[in-house]
């Protein structure tokens, strides 16, 4: 008896201890979509419990932000930027992996290690020279100035994370397709890819992931409110001088991460192995 | 309809060619080459180029709108007689240190509960790893609103509990609360990354170890010591450097909490030189702040390939 019980208390005092990570973790997102539901008039008593609803919830914060602000633009905007820039990061990572994890040719040592350099860069190092860049592109104050600058560090993470998960294709697989005669990009498109589709799923997940969430480039290269993404309008547009508009901001921050959330919940062991893929290999 | 000779196709020269080129890209040394080409040029034309820009910049002084002229190291020298940059200076270095040293210690902490045999094993994961995944921009709001002066829940909370004394701290308002703050919303950010890393490597230690240990005798403090952290140390080593690069480097956070203020105790290099290069349009001053972050990266560069990725292969 007493040996069987052991292991049930050690569970449950493993599951208490975990408690305050969660509530740590999960209490700004319970706080951030009470307050969107809150009716104004219970959001600024300070006598009444920050923690729950007591007088009913509302949409009204969330029609204010559809309805009167520029919110679906930027939405709009940020899925397009996003989009292009996840496809062509993939397509240029994946390509530019390949050569990396199979193929022997000149510089392809120095190639890799400039990935792996390029890939710790911090987008805040470069954001004042890309804009100057981004000027003489004719692209200034353009959502496509991002469509462009965001595979610069999409590019990187793709083609290492893609690296690691060519090299686990066995080697064998593509030789005997070329063998019977195909050649060597038909043994990718169609031996080594279809093999490899969870990587690449892996990798256009963190590549969306990161472009929806990037933030310095999106406020340093756009400003126009038909050209800003979610992140940058929600916390630029909805500031105003007035006091009273943290129902609608906090319904912008929800709406704005709906897109990750829906891809989160699907996809979470990618991106599980994403990311530990992505540190060690 | 009858089939007329021209309908069939003859392989002429163009066919030819195609096979020639087909076969061309056969050849490693040649295929290589063409499908590395796409990213060399994106990294040229948009990091490396943009890099040496900001290294002329950086010497010159550059305005917005304005011709600039070549004046050596002098941002870089004048930079230490302003206040808001030794400040920002301090700030780097103490928000770095504190945010790395709390998400390595939670980090480790996390993942050894992770690696428990646990109820709802996903839903767990999933909620840990919330924090990293959602716009950092968007829950930074969230916890803007959290430290408000006037309606803090943070406050309301502690003040319930009878932790503080009403009406508790104006977190962003005051020096040290403000650094707490931001310091705070880095580490529930980081640590994700931290445990779920962690947690793989604690994942890769073969349990024969424990057994063999448990059998010695070694108690669970013993065999934390002597073979968990040892096995740990090349993941805990890669997490660090990553961690300590893009903590370093982190605007997104202090920006939408507390634009570096107040006066300048919160302000990191990122945000400073944004500050500095785009909205004063000092752009060759702007440049040199954040080149001040190119030391760290050459740093974690050097050591990433010395020692981690000598130990991957």
């Given at each position: 008896m007493a040996v069987a019980k052991r292991p049930r208390l050690r569970k449950l005092t493993m599951h208490l201890l975990l408690v305050p990570f969660l509530v740590f973790a999960l209490f700004p997102f319970y706080h951030m979509a009470l307050t969107s539901l809150k009716q104004d008039r219970e959001l600024y008593d300070?006598?009444?419990?920050?923690?729950?609803?007591?007088q009913g919830p509302t949409l009204e914060h969330y029609g204010k932000l559809l309805w009167d602000t520029e919110f679906l633009t930027w939405t709009k905007n940020s899925l397009i930027v996003t989009v292009l820039a996840t496809s062509v990061s993939v397509v240029i990572g994946t390509v530019a992996a390949y050569a990396l994890a199979r193929l022997r040719f000149f510089g392809v040592d120095t190639f890799g290690t400039g990935i792996f350099v390029t890939y710790l860069v911090p987008t805040s190092l470069l954001f004042l020279p890309l804009a100057q860049v981004v000027n003489w592109l004719g692209l200034g104050d353009s959502k496509w100035a991002l469509v462009v600058t965001y595979p610069t560090f999409l590019v990187p993470f793709c083609t290492w994370l893609l690296m690691g998960y060519f090299r686990t294709v066995p080697k064998e697989v593509e030789e005997c397709a070329m063998v019977d005669g195909a050649t060597r990009i038909q043994a990718l498109l169609r031996i080594v890819l279809p093999i490899a589709i969870p990587g690449l799923v892996c990798a256009a997940l963190f590549a969306f992931t990161l472009s929806w969430s990037e933030f310095i480039y999106a406020l340093t290269f756009t400003s126009s409110s038909d050209q800003i993404t979610a992140s940058v309008g929600v916390t630029s547009e909805l500031?105003?001088?007035?006091?009273?508009f943290w129902g609608s901001l906090m319904a912008g921050a929800v709406l704005g991460s709906v897109p990750i959330v829906i891809l989160y919940v699907f996809f979470l062991d990618y991106y599980v192995s994403g990311l530990t893929a992505g540190a060690i290999k | 309809m009858a089939v007329r000779?021209?309908?069939?196709p003859v392989p002429r020269g163009r066919p030819r060619l195609a096979g020639r080129v087909r076969e061309w890209l056969d050849q490693e040394s040649i295929l290589g080459p063409v499908f590395v080409t796409p990213a060399l040029l994106l990294l040229v034309l948009l990091v490396a180029y943009p890099f040496l820009m900001a290294l002329y910049f950086a010497m010159s002084n550059a305005f917005i709108g304005r011709p600039s002229e070549f004046i050596g190291i002098r941002n870089f020298v004048r930079l230490w007689d302003s206040d808001a940059f030794r400040q920002t200076f301090q700030n780097a270095f103490v928000f770095t240190g504190i945010a790395v040293a709390f998400k390595l210690v939670f980090g480790i902490c996390l993942a050894l509960l992770l690696n428990e045999?646990?109820?709802?094993k996903r839903f767990i994961r999933g909620a840990v790893l919330l924090p990293w995944v959602i716009p950092t921009a968007l829950s930074t709001l969230g916890w803007w609103w959290m430290f408000n002066s006037l309606y803090s829940v943070v406050n309301w909370t502690g003040i319930a509990v009878g932790f503080?004394?009403?009406?508790?701290?104006?977190w962003l308002g005051q020096k040290y609360y403000a650094m707490t703050a931001v310091v705070t919303v880095n580490v529930w950010r980081g640590l994700p990354f931290f445990a779920i890393t962690i947690l793989a490597g604690l994942v890769a230690i073969p349990r024969e170890l424990y057994e063999a240990a448990e059998a010695d005798g070694a108690g669970p403090v013993a065999r934390f010591w002597l073979i968990t952290l040892p096995l740990l140390k090349p993941v805990l080593a890669i997490v660090v450097l990553f961690s300590t690069i893009f903590t370093f480097s982190d605007f997104n956070i202090v920006y939408v909490l507390t634009r570096g203020g107040p006066i300048n105790s919160t302000h990191l290099f990122a945000t400073l030189s944004r500050v500095v290069g785009i909205d004063t349009g000092r752009i060759g001053e702007g440049a040199a702040i954040s080149l001040y972050l190119f030391p760290l990266l050459v740093f974690v560069v050097w050591a990433q390939l010395r020692f981690v990725r000598k130990q991957a292969y």
């Open positions: 300070r006598h009444a419990v920050p923690l729950i609803i007591r500031i105003r001088g007035d006091i009273y | 000779a021209d309908d069939i045999q646990l109820w709802f503080m004394d009403p009406p508790g701290p104006n």
